[in-house]
């Protein structure tokens, strides 16, 4: 999977959006699996958005509880 091309001089900052609403997992387009492990998955992901890239790591809720 490959995301289009990315300006990372483009700074979070410009996004119109209040403090307290926070990222949501909708905000991401979720790539492929980075890696796995005893708590859970690693995927390549892209801010919708921005176009920012980061990894975001799935937890099982009973893990953490």
């Not at 119109?16 to 796995?36: P, W």
């Amino acid at each position: 999977y490959s995301f289009p091309p990315l300006n990372i001089f483009e700074p979070w900052a410009q996004e119109d959006r209040k403090e307290s609403d926070g990222l949501k997992i909708r905000d991401f387009q979720l790539g492929k699996c980075i890696g796995s492990g005893k708590f859970g998955d690693v995927f390549m992901s892209q801010h919708k958005k921005t176009g920012f890239i980061c990894a975001i790591k799935k937890i099982l809720k009973s893990t953490i509880i």
